[in-house]
């Protein structure tokens, strides 16, 4: 008889990982595969994953570990630095427009914004193309947003 079971866990110190279930007669022999899902960012000095990190050269923006990879944002709010340059790409490059359009965030924050997506452009392109991707035909721009 054979069976299976599947679980998630979190590998924990020393590359530990604990598989509960008691559906499993006790005894019997299984075969254990782990498989990671996402790699796991680089730990600080305490071992704890670090939910942001700042990026050299900038106040107003940093790098948070969104599944498995770092990403900017723009510090003290939830939003991505590619959320601000899809906006500032369908305005046109309009700087002006976009500080209009993002009332709630300093001069500063949106320079620092773009000058990071000048930096990361790489980063920021890709999330560009993947958000593209993943936006409905009817509801997305006929051309996919280029950046830098």
Sequence with gaps: MQREVRQQAVVGPGGRIEVVAPELPEGAEAEVVVRL??????????????????????????????HDEWRGKVRGTGLEVWEVIDQYLALGRDFGALLLGFPHLSLDQLRAAVAYAGIYSDEIAGMLQRQYRATPAGVRPVASPQWP
Excluded at 41 to 61: C, I, K, L, Q, W
Aim: charge should be negative; hydrophobic fraction near 35%.
């Design 37 to 66: 899902i996402a790699a796991a960012p680089p730990a600080n000095g305490s071992g704890s994953r670090p939910p942001e990190r700042p990026v050299d050269g900038f106040t107003e923006v940093v790098q948070w570990y969104h």
